[in-house]
């Protein structure tokens, strides 16, 4: 037999690939790219994949170790499956092996079998209309289940209380038989029928499905409550119609079962979801109904962007602004620019849609590179929210509300609705202090301050999860007077149930609500309509449908304004319009009481009076004369290290290499330009300092050119052992 070795990608985070001898015995032809294999790498066994064979190897042949295993047969993953990883590769300048990690579920990569997807089940053997000779009512009732299905899961089986024993019975008889079989998800009972879509609704879903079957990316923006999602069912509708699939992207927090129902009731095809709270078996089980293509609409956040769908037919992405489509460690990648991708690749289009849409992608649509479709009236009969800046300047509070804040609020409880309290901190208050000697808690871990929690009682630091018992006295001069200062939702509950002792008042934050099923009660609550209070953080912003909400008032808008990040008003803008959405979005109109120090502040002038797309215009101009993105394109390398010294010289190193590199081949027309290394805002956190070197360029190729190069440098550098480093392709977060 001729000599050849495999090459394959391991999760490891070198940017190379690895050849390794065929299992013994295994000639060339069993061996294809996409397969799994298992491979010894030093003192670990891994699960690589098969990127080829060849007949010549750099490695010396008494260095060469041979595979340990063959997972499959036929490859896992498909030709456009690796091209894919093998862009995102390239783009995000990470190791091609964890990359493809991300194409494969948990279980498959530790080498599990895809039949682990399978559950125990009964097939029906004989014909529907058979007539069999059984005797009990219990028998009877178990063979009319099998003339409705020919295929019934053990498991519901017995949650209609038939016994094992039931099943043996017709078994025997020769009427069905076990077999395992991978579960397709149920249908609907019913079907509910769509809406008459407005005319701005028709004129999107007509555009989009207009460019069905091509490659286009398009920007819906809508206002909240505009009806975007009844322009995703509809033309969810037309693909599946079209005999495609439809992948929908929605943020973490956006999957609530009120939205999977709103899909799910709307179509009589099997409906796939793929999301965090699954376990590694459901996991398995969603992305091989959509691989297999039973399921033809797939839900999923971030990560259901890998999910192998073999007739895609669009893919949308809700709330595309959101920051949970960037994945902010290991491989910092983007699913909302990844979607894109894949839709070029797949040549289907991709929708994205907001009420207010990221800059770089109002950028693209304004410059039309995107199809700009837009949703200006609220649907149905709802009225857009009026919003309102209170000033709070030299204003006397009470708990942190200003008197005409709360009758306002008292006159919307009186006439029966709802309200929301935003506010953006949990804990009880953001900061605990002495008021003798000034002395505050601070993480011993990190530059940041404790929050300190009263349910249960106890410090937290919410950067590295440090925990500690509160003091009793101040442990710098022993004082007992110490006191929390500023406000979390903890507090604003506890203030909020005494100034309305007669009002129901919940807090919707990641402390009370840790559980979905705990999330599925509350909002159940919320739905009777009662009037009460709801306290929380942005977990109650996104996406939800609160109709009996009238009043919304947010506490503390401020810390957005000046921020650092120059991304900073945009986020908050995002926020800010997010959680007014949910007022008033049924028949009752809605107001939005914003209490700000900076009742002037230009911008958010802008926002309150002109709207979210206004001030993106004005952003936009800023962000073209300081050349930021989307006027150029960012990547941004991180260290960090328990020594400060040797966390800075790492990125000193580094830019001194991006230099020298440039010096030599830099593009006069594509200017590279190094902001750093500076240290991060919070420069230590977790035990470790951290600093920063922006890289900018108004020319894409040029960048990645830059990086590449500065990176096979950076991983030879000897002498930082010690320091984590990575980079980041267009970080959300720059601070
Ligand atoms: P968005 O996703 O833009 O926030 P939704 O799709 O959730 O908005 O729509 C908000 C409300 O308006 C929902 O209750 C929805 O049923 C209703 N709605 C949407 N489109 C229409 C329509 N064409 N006619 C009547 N009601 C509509
Ligand atoms: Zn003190
Ligand atoms: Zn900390």
């Given amino acids: 037999m001729s000599f050849f070795v495999v090459d394959i990608a391991l999760p490891v985070p070198l940017l ?9 015995g295994d000639s060339r032809e069993n061996y294809q790219p996409g397969q799994r294999v298992r491979a010894d790498f030093g003192r670990q066994l891994l699960t690589g994949i098969v990127l080829g064979t060849r007949e010549h190897t750099e490695v010396p042949h008494n260095k060469l170790k041979p595979l340990l295993a063959r997972l499959d047969d036929e490859p896992l993953l498909t030709h456009t499956d690796l091209q894919l990883a093998r862009w995102m590769s390239d783009y995000y300048h990470h190791s091609l092996g964890d990359v493809l990690e991300h194409w494969v579920p948990t279980l498959l990569r530790r080498g599990a079998d895809l039949s682990e997807a399978d559950e125990n089940g009964w097939l029906r053997l004989a014909a529907a209309d058979a007539e069999p000779a059984l005797r009990g009512t219990k028998q009877l009732a178990l063979w009319a289940q099998f003339q409705r299905q020919s295929y019934i899961a053990h498991r519901h089986l017995t949650a209609q209380g038939f016994s094992l024993a039931q099943c043996r019975k017709l078994a025997e008889l020769g009427l ?34 207009g460019v069905l079957g091509q490659f286009k990316a398009c920007l819906l923006e809508g206002v909240t409550g505009s009806g975007k999602t009844e322009v995703y069912l509809q033309l969810i509708d ?28 709307r179509f009589d095809v099997p409906v796939a979801l793929l999301h965090s709270g699954l376990n590694d078996r459901e996991r398995l089980q969603g992305w091989r109904q959509a691989r297999e ?8 956040t971030r990560s259901a962007v890998f999910t192998p769908l073999p007739d895609l037919g669009l893919i949308i992405l809700d709330e595309e602004h959101d920051g949970s489509f960037k994945q902010q460690d290991g491989l910092r990648y983007s699913a909302r620019d990844f979607a894109l991708v894949r839709a070029h690749q797949a040549q289907v289009p991709v929708l994205l849609g907001s009420a207010t849409p990221s800059l770089e992608t109002l950028y693209n649509a304004l410059t039309g590179k995107y199809l700009h479709l837009k949703l200006t009236r609220r649907a149905g009969n709802a009225r857009p929210p009026g919003m309102k800046l209170h000033s709070i300047l030299h204003q006397p509070l009470v708990h942190g509300f200003a008197e005409p804040v709360l009758s306002a609020m008292q006159q ?18 953001p900061l605990l202090a002495c008021k003798q000697c000034g002395w505050n808690a601070e993480c011993r871990r990190c530059d940041a301050r404790m929050t300190l929690h009263q349910y249960p009682p106890h410090l937290h630091c919410h950067h590295c999860d440090y925990q500690q018992p509160i003091p009793s006295v101040c442990p710098e001069c022993h004082s007992p007077d110490i006191e929390p200062i500023g406000q979390g939702t903890e507090r604003i509950e506890e203030q909020v149930s005494a100034l309305f002792p007669d009002t129901p008042v919940k807090r919707v934050d990641r402390d009370t609500v840790r559980t979905k099923q705990a999330f599925d009660e509350l909002f159940d609550e919320i739905h009777t309509g009662k009037p009460c209070i709801l306290v929380g953080t942005q977990m109650l ?14 506490l503390d808008s401020d810390a957005g304004l000046f921020s650092a990040d120059f991304r900073g008003m945009e986020h908050s803008a995002q926020l800010i319009k997010q959680v007014a959405g949910r007022a008033g979005r049924a028949e009752s109109p809605g107001d939005v009481w914003i209490q700000t120090l900076y009742a002037d502040h230009p911008q958010l002038n802008l926002l309150i009076d002109d709207g979210y797309h206004a001030l993106a215009l004005s952003i936009l101009r800023e962000r073209m004369d300081q050349q930021l993105p989307p006027y150029s394109h960012m990547a941004m390398l991180r260290s960090e290290c ?11 190193q580094a830019r001194h290499i991006l230099q020298h590199w440039l010096k030599q081949y830099g593009q006069k027309d594509a200017p590279v330009t190094l902001l750093g290394p500076v240290p991060a805002i919070m420069e230590r956190r977790n035990g470790r300092y951290r600093f920063q070197l922006q ?41």
Avoid: M
């Avoid at 076990?178 to 004129?203: A, G, K």
């Avoid at 293509?293 to 999923?300: E, K, P, Q, V």
């Avoid at 009186?414 to 953006?424: E, I, P, T, W």
């Avoid at 912003?541 to 947010?554: E, N, Q, R, S, Y």
């Fill in 412 to 429: 919307h409880l009186n006439r029966g609705k709802q309200v929301l309290v935003f506010l953006n901190r949990r804990g009880f208050a």
């Fill in 642 to 652: 328990e020594d400060r010294a040797t966390a800075q010289r790492f990125l000193e």
């Fill in 541 to 554: 912003a996104k996406g939800h449908h609160f109709p009996d909400v009238t009043l919304v008032v947010i």
């Fill in 176 to 209: 069905i038989k076990e077999q395992q079989r991978l579960p397709v998800p149920p249908l609907p009972e019913s079907v509910r029928p769509s809406l008459t879509l407005n005319d701005e609704q028709q004129s999107a879903v007509a555009k989009v499905t």
């Fill in 695 to 735: 890289v900018f360029c108004s020319e894409r190729k040029a960048l990645h050119q830059t990086l590449d190069a500065a990176l096979k440098q950076l991983q030879e550098l000897k002498g930082f052992n010690k320091v984590r480093w990575h980079i980041d392709v267009d970080p959300l977060d720059t601070l």
């Fill in 16 to 24: 190379r690939t690895f050849d390794y001898l065929p299992v013994e």
């Fill in 238 to 265: 037309k693909v599946i119609q079209r005999g495609k699939q439809a992948l929908l992207l929605v943020p973490e927090i956006g999957l609530t079962p009120q939205t999977v129902r709103r899909f799910q009731e």
């Fill in 293 to 300: 293509g039973h399921a033809r609409i797939l839900i999923g």
